[in-house]
């Protein structure tokens, strides 16, 4: 099992510890380093940024959102960064949610997710092999576009063109974050890896179903937040945080997927408990509402010695590589030592 590190989005303004992190990642042996965005800093620039000051260590998106680029337009960040690190990137996609794709992006979501996801993945790949001009009769992103804009419909002068760059790898893996049972099936048939938001080595049953044609080669790369720490209880306040924000405010009332997908976990009554108190603007009940024992097992945290043992059940498991949320070195440091 590799070891990367997570560096999220960024939240109020930059951190002056990315940069340094993913340093000491590489110095480490860390195979990757993974830049997230939400609605406000963006996937690539940091990744480029990075990119820079390192020499070898991978670099991933976790996940870049499709709503945020059209697919010739991802592929083109994904080619160019890739050309300007010498072949070190990874390239997530999830499609986010209705509320970011509709309220932030201003794009309708997609009625068929699986559907446009295929569509999506589709056109990278046609532009990253550079065989021939690209083209895709599709229902979300189809090339040429032939159908209706805002003000009536397109003039029908577009052309199939092939990228102008040559792009260095025509394999360059693309990796997608899937939730749905059926989204999670669609990406072994489609994608190189899967990015699985939360992962529990001791309820691997709940993908079971979706996971019985994974390909030898095939990447599942969850994150987990790691903090070594005397106090188990305080070091899972962030994680308790990060999931009352993600299961009660990231997404509507109606369809919020991180809701689902802990309801699948077992904790269902749990978790619309934490969406009412959530969207009733009761934040900080929700995250005390959210239970240790879900936060425990998705997570890392705990002296070294705790974390050893429970690190030696993702390593049993089909994780091919786990993606540390780690804000520290001592706690990367411990990490990689535990892994070696």
């Keep these: 099992m590799r070891l990367g590190l997570a560096l999220g989005y960024w939240g109020r303004g930059p951190s002056a510890d990315h940069v340094p992190l993913a340093q000491e990642a590489e110095r480490l042996g860390y195979d990757s380093v993974w830049t997230a965005e939400s609605w406000g800093s963006d996937a690539f620039t940091p990744l480029t940024w990075i990119a820079a000051q390192t020499s070898r260590i991978k670099l991933g998106t976790a996940v870049a959102q499709m709503a945020a680029r059209s697919p010739t337009t991802t592929a083109m960040h994904a080619l160019t960064l890739d050309h300007l690190s010498g072949g070190r990137v990874l390239l997530g996609l999830g499609l986010s949610g209705p509320q970011v794709v509709e309220g932030w992006y201003g794009r309708p979501f997609p009625r068929s997710p699986l559907t446009a996801t295929r569509e999506y993945v589709d056109v990278v790949r046609q532009v990253l092999r550079r065989e021939a001009p690209v083209e895709l009769a599709g229902r979300f992103h189809p090339l040429p576009y032939d159908g209706p804009d805002g003000t009536g419909t397109g003039t029908g002068m577009g052309k199939a063109l092939k990228p102008i760059t040559h792009p260095l790898r025509a394999d360059l893996p693309i990796l997608l974050g899937a939730e749905g049972p059926k989204n999670i099936a669609q990406t072994t048939r489609i994608a190189d890896g899967w990015l699985p938001l939360y992962w529990s080595p001791t309820r691997t049953d709940v993908y079971e179903a979706s996971l019985t044609e994974v390909p030898d080669d095939f990447l599942i790369a969850p994150m987990a937040r790691a903090k070594v720490c005397d106090d188990v209880a305080e070091g899972l ?61 998705i997570s890392l945290v705990g002296p070294r010695e705790r974390i050893a043992e429970r690190l030696e059940l993702w390593r049993k498991g089909p994780v091919t590589d786990l993606l540390v949320l780690a804000p520290d070195p001592h706690t990367l440091r411990v990490l990689a030592e535990l892994n070696s």
């Design 237 to 297: 306040l962030p994680v308790k945080a990060m999931l009352g924000f993600y299961i009660g405010g990231m997404g509507h009332a109606k369809r919020n997927f991180h809701a689902d997908l802990m309801a699948r976990m077992g904790y269902e009554e749990e978790a619309r408990h934490i969406q009412r108190l959530f969207l009733d603007g009761r934040r900080e009940e929700a995250v005390l509402a959210v239970p240790d024992a879900f936060a425990d097992e």
